[in-house]
């Protein structure tokens, strides 16, 4: 009986083992793999040619990514821009300055916003914020747009990633004990001066991490954006133009991508790059986040 | 002294207004999702398949996709709790918390929870064409258990960590072996943790239509194998929405309703059945 039951727990943990080790290869077994299948395009042409290439033609065997890596850029900026500032304050505001009934009836509606789906957002984006940006904010600048453009993109990819910036800081915000809160204004520092100095200073690391997350989130987000930010491979020169991310790209033409020579590989090699950006910014900013949290304690 | 004075009321109005526009930006999305599907929404929508030329307008459901969406994520999410429970309790029971593999699989998965859904749902093509299989039933709940596994594994290894090192000592000094211990002691203490992870995790893989729409497909009937193509809520009402037909798109508004509700549903439970397990918990 006894040998038995060590026995089960020994090829338990064997397996689990196993597992573990596994799930934890995931990552370089998905960079592998989508390597595989994007050699057949990146044997024939030059890297920097399919990076740095204005013109995309499936057709005729051209595949210039440039375009689709710049519209990722300027909707990834231009939502950064709107969100940051925005979550910062607010999630100061709930931290620091809000009563607690306010915080208990905020962070569920939160929560739940962050679980709605991301084409749910981009149907709001298309009854919304497409005329939004059509008849006020694209005027109010002196610009035409059709609507379907960067800034409209960007502004949806800000509301998905408000929930999860703010979540995030406003835990990190809490997480800095009372003591610290209470010595600063023991020394007569005013409130807003104990936020800006004290308790931002030590809630740095969990902002940053807070902002990354959010980041990270808006440069791979598909559906949402696919539906709103216009679609045209063209390079935008204003937020009023249309851009075609990266994502946008490679869910937009499943249908076809096997019938064309190299347009699977093509694909496969953006969303390479995609994992591999992704990838090369998590693992930089969690070990600026290592350090900084060694430099605090 | 009064300029720090002017300082503080200029921030405490501009946190006041970004909070109130936040607040009001995501309230808006929720009343115009009900305002725009709720007269769209009818009986025969949750009911019935789509029939011919229902993309057209004419009748018909999308009880197919309803139904799909289903299978699809529970079966994605059976796959990455038997997977995570794996992975999270050799992490904590297992090995030594702090070891290197500890550490490296936190940081995996870490690193994995960023990798947006479009990058799963190719890898689960590349896997597909690897195993031969066209796209089906089967291929999506791989690319969704792919999608969900970091997070569902970082949640329930968030609930784990906290159960107190006493307990395990207990355990232990009453002769259980380490599977013992974490299947009866470890599990149990953190079951209101795991229960929420795992709900969270069943409401993303249900919300995303990037990594099933090449891992999927879809299909107008209710799927009945696993090796079919199989039609999911989010892909529906994105095709819908992009028809051009008025009676079509407001279906679309429908369905995203019917969506919504899913997820606020599976929401609330969690929020239940959080309260109600929390009783086992040694304190």
């Not at chain 1, 080790?21 to 592998?32: E, H, K």
């Not at chain 2, 029971?93 to 859904?117: C, E, I, K, M, Q």
């Not at chain 2, 989010?234 to 309703?257: C, D, H, K, M, N």
């Amino acid at each position: 009986m006894r040998s038995v039951r060590l026995f089960a727990d020994r090829l338990a943990g064997r397996l689990m083992l196993v597992l573990t080790v596994g799930s934890g290869l995931i990552v370089f077994v998905m960079a592998a793999g989508l390597y595989h299948r994007s050699r057949p395009i990146l044997e024939t042409r030059p890297l920097a040619e399919l990076l740095f290439s204005q013109s995309w033609h499936p057709l005729r065997g051209e595949f210039g990514f440039f375009p689709f890596i710049m519209g990722t850029l300027w909707v990834t900026g231009v939502a950064v821009g709107i969100a940051v500032p925005l979550c910062l304050l607010t999630a100061v505001y709930l931290s620091e300055y809000a009563h607690r009934h306010v915080r208990a009836w905020t962070s569920p509606l939160i929560d739940v916003l962050a679980g709605i789906p991301s084409v749910v957002y981009g149907m709001w984006g298309v009854l919304f914020i497409v005329p939004l940006v059509k008849n006020h904010v694209a005027p109010f600048f002196g610009a035409s747009s059709t609507g379907y453009s960067v800034m409209t993109g960007g502004i949806v990819l800000a509301v998905m990633v408000f929930p999860i910036i703010i979540h995030v800081s406003v835990e990190v915000l809490r997480s800095v004990p009372d003591p610290v809160r209470e010595a600063s204004l023991s020394l007569g520092a005013t409130k807003w001066q104990t936020v800006k100095h004290v308790v931002l200073r030590r809630a740095m690391p969990g902002i940053i991490a807070a902002v990354v997350l959010g980041l990270s989130r808006a440069f791979g987000e598909t559906m949402a954006v696919l539906m709103v930010a216009g679609n045209v491979a063209r390079v935008p020169s204003s937020v009023f133009d249309p851009g075609y991310p990266l994502p946008a790209l490679i869910a937009n033409n499943y249908g076809e991508m096997l019938s064309i020579p190299l347009y699977d590989s093509a694909l496969l090699l953006a969303s390479l790059v995609l994992l591999l950006v992704v990838l090369v910014f998590n693992v930089i900013s969690r070990i600026i986040l290592m350090k900084v949290e060694r430099s605090i304690q | 002294m009064r300029a720090t004075r002017i300082e503080e009321a200029v921030f405490r109005v501009l946190m006041t207004i970004s909070t109130l526009a936040i607040l009001s930006a995501l309230i808006v999305i929720l009343c115009s999702v009900l305002l725009k599907g709720l007269p769209a929404l009818n009986l025969s929508m949750i009911t019935q398949t789509p029939k011919g030329g229902y993309y057209l307008g004419r009748e018909g459901g999308i009880l197919n996709a309803i139904l799909g969406s289903l299978y699809l994520a529970g079966g994605a999410t059976v796959l990455a709790i038997v997977l995570s429970l794996c992975v999270v309790l050799y992490v904590n029971v297992y090995a030594h918390n702090r070891s290197r593999l500890a550490a490296f699989t936190r940081f995996s998965f870490d690193v994995l929870w960023g990798v947006p859904s479009i990058v799963y749902g190719a890898f689960g093509f590349t896997i597909m064409v690897f195993l031969g299989l066209r796209t089906s039933l089967l291929g999506g709940i791989i690319a969704v258990a792919l999608l969900i596994l970091p997070m569902m594994c970082r949640a329930m290894d968030e609930v784990i960590r906290m159960v107190p090192s006493e307990l395990y000592d207990a355990s232990y000094s009453l002769g259980a072996t380490r599977l013992e211990t974490a299947l009866t002691v470890v599990v149990r203490q953190a079951l209101p943790g795991i229960l929420t992870a795992v709900l969270i995790s069943f409401g993303r893989g249900i919300g995303d239509a990037a990594s099933v729409i090449f891992t999927a497909g879809f299909t107008d009937s209710i799927p009945y194998s696993l090796l079919r193509p199989a039609a999911t809520l989010p892909l529906a009402i994105f095709f819908q929405l992009g028809t051009p037909i008025p009676e079509v798109q407001e279906r679309a508004y429908a369905s995203a309703l019917i969506l919504t509700v899913i997820i606020l549903m599976i929401c609330a439970v969690s929020r239940i059945l959080t309260r109600r397990y929390t009783k086992h918990i040694v304190k």
